[in-house]
C-alpha cells in the first residue's frame, strides 16, 4: 500500500502513536485516537482496525507489565476475566469479517463520538478500598461476564475499551482508580493479544506500520502507566476526549455527505 511509504504520514502515526500510549496507560481509550488517524490516512476500515491492534499490543504490554510489577493486579484472582476476554476478543474479531467496509466507514466515527462523549460526561465512582474483593461465586461470574463482554467489544471495534474496564471494574468491585487501571490494563493487553492473532489470521494488518507504531506507543505507554500511579487522570482527558470527538467529526462527515 503506497500510502505507508509517505514520510509525513509516518511522522504523523509515529507521534499519534507515542500520545496514544501515553493516554492508554493513564485513562485508557488510545484507540479512539489511533483509530481515526488511521482512516484519515486511508487505510480500508478492517485495515485500520487490525493494524491497531498489532500497535495496541505493544502499549497494552507495557503497562500491563508495569502495574503488575507494582503489585497492582493479581493474576491468579482475576483469571476468569482474562479467560472469558481472550474469548470473547477472539469472537468479536471473528466477526469483523462479515462486516461491510461501507458499514465500518460509516458507523465506526459513529460508536468513537458515542464513546467519546460518554467518556467525557461520565462521573466515575470513586473507591478507596486497597484490598480485593472476597473470592465468590458472584465474583466469577462477574468476571466472566465483564470479560466476554468487553473482550468482544474490543475484538469488534476496540475504542475506549480501556476507560470501560476501569470504570467497570471500580463499580462492580468497588476498588480504588489504581486497581481498577492494573484489571484495565492487563485484560486489555489479553483482549489485544487475541485479537490481534485473529486480525493476522484473517489477513487485516498492515505488519510494518503496525509494528513501527507499537514501539512509539510502547514508549508512551511507559510514560503513561508512571504518570497514572503518580497522578491519575483528571489532568488530560478532557483535552484527548476533545480531540477525539473532532477527528471523529470529520471522518462521520467523509463517511456521510462526501
Not at 44 to 60: D, Q, V
Not at 126 to 142: G, I, N, V, Y
Request: glycine share 10%; hydrophobic share 50%.
Amino acid at each position: 500500500m503506497d500510502i505507508v511509504l509517505d514520510i509525513n504520514l509516518w511522522i504523523t502515526l509515529c507521534g499519534v502513536g507515542f500520545l496514544a500510549g501515553l493516554i492508554d496507560a493513564i485513562a485508557g481509550g488510545g484507540g479512539m485516537l489511533t483509530v481515526p488517524t488511521l482512516l484519515t490516512a486511508g487505510l480500508p476500515p478492517h485495515i485500520a482496525l487490525g493494524t491497531n491492534k498489532l500497535a495496541a499490543t505493544f502499549g497494552s504490554l507495557t503497562a500491563s507489565v508495569t502495574f503488575y510489577k507494582k503489585k497492582l493486579f493479581n493474576v491468579v484472582f482475576w483469571r476468569t476475566s482474562l479467560i472469558f476476554t481472550a474469548i470473547g476478543a477472539t469472537l468479536g474479531t471473528l466477526t469483523v469479517q462479515f462486516l461491510s467496509v461501507d458499514f465500518l466507514e460509516k458507523y465506526l466515527p459513529v460508536l468513537i463520538i458515542s464513546t467519546a462523549i460518554y467518556t467525557l460526561a461520565a462521573k466515575n465512582t470513586m473507591h478507596h478500598s486497597k484490598a480485593l474483593p472476597l473470592a465468590s461465586k458472584t465474583t466469577t461470574r462477574k468476571q466472566a461476564i465483564q470479560g466476554a463482554t468487553l473482550g468482544f467489544y474490543d475484538g469488534v471495534a476496540g475504542p475506549g475499551t480501556g476507560a470501560f474496564w476501569t470504570a467497570s471494574s471500580s463499580a462492580l468491585y468497588k476498588i480504588n482508580l489504581l486497581y481498577s487501571c492494573g484489571v484495565a490494563r492487563c485484560n486489555n493487553f489479553i483482549s489485544n493479544f487475541c485479537s490481534l492473532l485473529t486480525f493476522i489470521y484473517l489477513g487485516y494488518v498492515n505488519l510494518l506500520l503496525g509494528l513501527t507504531m507499537g514501539v512509539f506507543i510502547m514508549a508512551g505507554a511507559w510514560v503513561g502507566s508512571h504518570w497514572a500511579i503518580k497522578l491519575g487522570n483528571q489532568f488530560i482527558r478532557p483535552v484527548f476526549i476533545t480531540i477525539v470527538i473532532l477527528m471523529s467529526c470529520n471522518l462521520a462527515f467523509q463517511a456521510w455527505y462526501q
